[in-house]
């Protein structure tokens, strides 16, 4: 009986097996969004079983045993490579409507990707004085000194990892509704937080690397390309907490809801990235999401990264989101509405999204990335609240 069951097991495999091998790959959508193909299953079941064995130590140790917080709450030292980058950026909202980020990102040579915006009802928008340009030059005393990342006004500073960050920025900056106007700014804040952090390379649910990667099409060139991607990635929800003067008028900001990222590797290349979504939301019961969709074709096509904190601090990790990019402005024309849904542990979230305020920036030699920062008001299974979202463009394709 035994050995009868093992026959049909091996020809119930054969002739899927067989069956299978005639059917024909799908073509990818506009000739760069992959769909999983023949094969989508065996690929999905084998990488998750790699993924599973590779995160074993993780699972017994905890991510803080093999990533110590101390030793990445830091300015990273930058690889040999020319496109070595070391990054961190922050933002924060009011339900009232004060909106604020700021970010910088560490190359050779001393220069800075760089910008400020801040939105206040009073005032509208305010780009700091290069933007839409971001290229600056790292101030020389913190760049000696490896401890703050600092550059023509900007200055984020480490205190203590994973609880608080000192956050400066003092200069000019321009009224997006009046270029020609400027105001002189001066920022002082703390970001805080007791929340945990998402590690992306630990925290993102293996299932969906695994659906990501068994969608594509398996070749030598992928797997050197997943390795020469690899970068540290993680994100941490908090509160900011500031006073800002614009000329003589000073504003106190109080527990700002608060977002900030930290990512460096041996190369970042933004020629490379064909397009990404990502949204922060916070609503006004205190919950937070981050929740994303990438196309880096090199890698992959369609990768969903996310996580939601909720208001008694518990973390779960997105498991799935439905936005297709494809979908939504692959032509360059941002839709002023959206809708779309994610799972987080089993529940399914509701997302409608009207976009107020849009602006451009360009990183990448001032020309590779086109970033649209979007400043938005939201509603998560009818809870409302308020966030930013950025939608990347490659510049390079586009011209």
């Not at 992959?34 to 130590?57: C, E, I, T």
């Not at 074709?297 to 997105?318: D, Q």
């Not at 032509?331 to 979230?349: D, H, M, P, Q």
Request: charged share 25%.
């Amino acid at each position: 009986m035994f050995i009868l069951s093992v026959f049909v097991g091996f020809l119930f495999i054969a002739v899927y097996l067989l069956k299978q091998s005639k059917q024909e790959e799908p073509r990818k959508i506009f000739g760069i969004y992959s769909q999983p193909g023949k094969w989508f299953l065996l690929k999905y079941y084998a990488f998750l079983l790699l993924l599973f064995v590779r995160r074993l130590k993780y699972y017994i140790f905890g991510k803080s045993f093999f990533h110590k917080e101390s030793a990445i709450e830091k300015l990273q030292p930058l690889s040999g490579h020319k496109l070595a980058f070391d990054a961190v950026f922050f933002q924060a909202v009011t339900q009232s409507g004060i909106y604020f980020c700021v970010g910088t990102e560490r190359r050779q040579e001393a220069k800075v990707n760089g910008l400020v915006y801040f939105l206040i009802p009073e005032y509208g928008l305010l780009l700091s004085e290069k933007l839409p340009k971001t290229t600056l030059n790292a101030d020389p005393a913190p760049l000696l000194s490896n401890k703050e990342y600092a550059a023509e006004g900007i200055c984020i500073t480490p205190v203590v990892p994973m609880k608080l960050w000192r956050i400066s920025f003092k200069g000019k900056m321009r009224r997006l509704d009046a270029p020609d106007k400027l105001v002189n700014v001066d920022f002082q804040a703390e970001w805080r937080s007791n929340l945990p952090w998402f590690l992306a390379e630990v925290d993102v649910p293996i299932k969906i690397l695994a659906r990501t990667i068994a969608r594509e099409p398996w070749t030598e060139e992928l797997f050197q390309s997943l390795k020469e991607a690899h970068q540290t990635h993680y994100e941490q929800m908090g509160y900011l907490t500031g006073k800002l003067q614009i000329d003589d008028k000073v504003i106190t900001l109080t527990e700002m809801d608060a977002f900030r990222d930290h990512s460096y590797g041996y190369k970042r290349d933004w020629s490379l990235m064909h397009r990404y979504i990502f949204h922060m939301f916070y609503l006004v019961d205190k919950t937070k999401i981050s929740v994303g969709v990438i196309c880096q074709p090199s890698t992959c096509t369609y990768l969903e990264v996310g996580f939601i904190v909720h208001p008694n601090g518990k973390m779960e990790a997105i498991d799935s989101c439905d936005l297709l990019l494809y979908q939504h402005g692959e032509n360059g024309i941002l839709n002023k509405e959206l809708c779309f849904t994610f799972v987080a542990n089993g529940t399914t979230y509701e997302v409608k999204v009207n976009y107020e305020h849009d602006v451009v920036h360009y990183v990448g030699n001032d020309i590779e990335a086109k970033m649209n920062e979007r400043f938005l008001v939201c509603e998560v299974n009818g809870i409302p609240g308020r966030g930013l979202s950025e939608w990347h463009y490659n510049n390079v394709k586009q011209n």
